[in-house]
């Protein structure tokens, strides 16, 4: 048994790191791939529907996996400091990465927007946090601005190291299925995510997609694991839906903060993924991903995020549409982690508790009311 250290050791061959560049990990990837059992039982779904959690990289999300190719990279490069623009789950990566390297981590979050958990680890961590009167976007173009004229390095994914790094999500994918699925859906926001699935897929297949060299020549395996690529379906929220819309959205709005974006910055990319795939994109109401995240909670066991539950919930909807064939192998990324977000949930959720008087009797009188 060798102990699992980290996507860039394991994948470094088919990363475009230079080879002296010393990794700045704490051990993301590697995160379950987990079957679902029952809601497929209950939608009759005779297919196989698998859910990857990356919600239990280090920091609770799938930033983890770009973020450590990222400051790898920026800090080979001789980086003091690393900045982004994040509706939450980025700054708490950045801002995690940044103390394992040494380097300081500045954050532009829109305020009031973020949920508490991502706020609270990018507090812990130490990074700066800026808090702008205005939205994701705003903050991305005050990013990309500060970027050309000060010496600090943007871990934002308009860096292709953090694409580089999250392709690798689907090399573990083929190489726990032994084959790619038939469709892969994912929540998109900034756009990034769909787009190095697809980078990873077609590495995994041997083919290159329009983008590969996007940033470097594509490293595809002398034997490709697969000769087949999945459809991407992309979700995004109803009111932050600028795919679905044609262009941007100028004031995105949705229950799921982490997709509160109206200005994608890999827009380009995410479409021609969806277009080379055969995939689609669509779109789901604040009530239907919530409706998904608890359905999820509530039947299998797994918790992540409401911007997670996006990918979950249009894929659910496509099946029973037929959009998505009976007996396909279908996977969905949970993005981010639940923890982060206890909020949403208490704020109807508190009503479900029981009091009872400290008696033994009173207990037991609940017990009898809800044994299965
Ligand atoms: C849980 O943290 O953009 O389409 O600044 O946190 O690659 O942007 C977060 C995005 C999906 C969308 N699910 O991914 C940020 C940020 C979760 C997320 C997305 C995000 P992209």
Redesign the pocket.
Known sequence: MTRYTGLIDQYRARLPLAADARAISLGEGRTPLIKLENIPRQIGFEGELYVKFEGLNPTG???DRGMTVAVTQAVHEGARAII????????AAAAAYAVRAGVTAFVLIPEGKIALGKLAQAVVHGAVVIQIHGN?DDGMRLVKEIGKTTPVAIV??INPYRLQGQKTAAFEIVEALGRAPDVHC?????????S?YWLGYCEMAGIAASYSDYHQQGRFLDQPLTNKRPKMAGYQAAGAAPFLRGSAVKDPETVAT??R?GD?Q?WDLAWAAQKESGGWFDECTDDEILTTQKLLAANEGVFC?P??AASLCGALRDIKSGKIAQGSTVVCTL??NGLKDPDIIMKNGLQGLVQVPAERGAVEKVLLAHMK
């Open positions: 999300s799938f930033k982004c623009a994040s509706t939450g789950n980025t700054s994701f934002n994914s994912l929540p998109v926001g900034n756009a990034g995510n769909i190095a982490a997709i974006i994608p890999s995020e911007a997670s993005t981010g």
